[in-house]
């Protein structure tokens, strides 16, 4: 059927919110985009004026088409060449959703997003809905045509896998910024030691590279490893500005509400380094190069129009 102009701008108000729940569902930006055009055209083949409340036909549409894409990408990330790890949003993307509670910006940390990964598609959809924008039990179970009691208790299963998984730590944005230039300081200072001061002694550095470009598939783990790799990631040299195209220029920003180092080539971001921090110091180092899951961020990128110098060029 035809939708009316009524109709079209019913579902664009609801556009922002649904890219931001299938975002967390899914781990990548790309993919959330298209399942927000399924449900899309969904909405365009359905009868909508026989839809009472369409905030929650397009909610449970949505969610139960990412939930098979979350069942069909699971066989396809045991052929992923490398790690596999979530596409990161730079500040001020709209795709980030909802900020206002502590658990708002949490469910969308990158930290919380990696912890996704270990929960099962319908813990994930509870959690998600849950804690991320507030669905009661009883939506919630609607939506997943589940019963109420399942909902919670699926709910304090995959919340206490969340939080079993990591330390919860607030950082405002003039924070992240002091932590990245210590990091980008000690990373970039030819020594182990500054960089061995600034992480715990559990601290783990792993990155993406989508077999595209080179990353560390299994895990540096322990301070004194992670440092030794970050010492030699961070040092210039003609073949790593071959692979990416140009001598990449370091920028200290936030990516997923988290202190990040972004690295840009004439525009292009080709690496960001998400930095998860406790009271204790940087407990991991997750660096997605993939230029598949970029492309977002350099759009971020291009439209905030940053005039700054970078801190470091490799």
């Not at 060449?81 to 910006?105: F, I, K, N, S, Y």
């Amino acid at each position: 059927m035809a939708l009316s102009m009524d109709d079209v701008d019913r579902f664009e108000a609801a556009r922002p919110r649904l890219e931001a729940i299938a975002y967390r569902l899914l781990g990548s930006a790309g993919e959330a985009e298209d399942a927000v055009q399924e449900t899309f055209l969904r909405w365009q083949a359905a009868d909508v004026g026989r839809i009472e409340v369409p905030e929650a036909w397009l909610t449970k549409v949505l969610t139960n088409y990412c939930l098979n894409q979350l069942t069909s990408a699971r066989a396809r990330r045991e052929t992923y060449v490398g790690r596999w790890l979530p596409e990161p949003l730079l500040a001020g993307d709209p795709m980030l959703g909802p900020a206002e509670t502590a658990e708002q910006r949490d469910s969308v940390s990158y930290a919380v997003l990696v912890l996704l990964e270990r929960l099962s598609p319908g813990e994930r959809a509870v959690y998600v809905l849950r804690e991320a924008f507030g669905y009661p039990h009883r939506e919630v179970a609607e939506i997943l045509d589940i019963t109420e009691a399942a909902s919670q208790q699926i709910h304090h299963r995959a919340k206490k896998h969340v939080a079993d998984g990591r330390t919860r730590t607030e950082i405002d944005e003039a924070a992240a910024r002091r932590i990245v230039e210590e990091f980008l300081t000690a990373a970039t200072s030819g020594r182990t030691e500054p960089l061995v001061r600034l992480l715990t002694q559990d601290a783990v550095s792993v990155g993406d590279g989508g077999g595209k470009i080179p990353a560390r598939a299994k895990a540096f783990e322990g301070a004194l490893a992670v440092a030794t790799f970050l010492r030699g990631l961070f040092k210039p040299s003609d073949a790593k500005r071959a692979w990416i195209g140009g001598a990449p220029g370091i920028y200290a920003s936030t990516a997923n509400g988290g202190p990040a180092v972004v690295a840009v080539v004439d525009g292009r971001v080709v690496g960001i380094t998400c930095l998860e921090v406790t009271p204790e110091g940087i407990v991991a180092v997750r660096s997605q190069v993939n230029p598949d899951k970029l492309v977002r961020a350099t759009e971020r990128w291009a439209a905030a129009h940053h005039g700054e110098a970078p801190l470091h060029t490799l």
